[in-house]
């Protein structure tokens, strides 16, 4: 076992991109939060994972919905959204940003670069995460620049 913080020292160097993972609460309203833990996960059927703290609020209104969406930041714009969900109340999070509702009823947000709307077909433990699966029902994307996390902080793609 190492301890925690270098375990968060350790991983920080493995970049990803930056989500925003959206559902719906009981009354039908929009809620969501940053997340970094998206994995493609298989090809038949069209698969992915996200992995989302059970301590969350997003947590229960994602396994009490069935479903939720993977919305692919962008870098500039995106930076201030992956800030919002990842901080404040459900309100503050979706104030001036439009959205719709997808297949599901998963809200896709205007400015996602890429967007997956998935039905949840497992919700696994892992550890104070679950591992939500969900099947791919609907998807697109756009050209433009991915927002990127690394070690801490947030960056651009350079090709
Ligand atoms: C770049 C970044 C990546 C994050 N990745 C995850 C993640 O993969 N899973 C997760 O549960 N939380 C992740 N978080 C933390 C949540 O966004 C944060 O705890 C949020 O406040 C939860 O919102 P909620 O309690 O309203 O659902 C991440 C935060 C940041 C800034």
């Not at 919905?65 to 404040?88: H, I, K, P, Q």
């Not at 890429?114 to 994307?141: K, N, Q, S, Y």
């Amino acid at each position: 076992m190492i301890d925690e913080s270098e375990f968060r020292r350790v991983i920080g160097h493995f970049a990803t991109g930056v989500s925003v993972v959206t559902s719906c609460r009981a009354d039908g309203s929009a809620c969501g939060l940053t997340v970094s833990a998206v994995s493609a996960l298989s090809l038949h059927p069209t698969l992915v994972l996200v992995c989302v703290d059970r301590q969350s609020q997003t947590h229960g209104w994602m396994e009490g919905a069935g479903y939720y969406a993977v919305n692919v930041l962008e870098e500039g714009r995106g930076e201030t959204l992956a800030r919002r969900f990842s901080a404040g109340g459900a309100e503050e999070k979706f104030r001036g940003t439009a959205w719709r509702p997808e297949r599901t009823g998963a809200p896709v947000l205007d400015e996602a670069l890429a967007w997956m709307d998935c039905r949840v077909t497992a919700a696994l433990p892992g550890g104070d995460h679950t591992i939500f699966v969900g099947e791919v029902l609907a998807a697109d994307a756009r050209e433009g620049t991915p927002l990127l996390y690394y070690r801490g902080g947030y960056g651009r793609f350079e090709s």
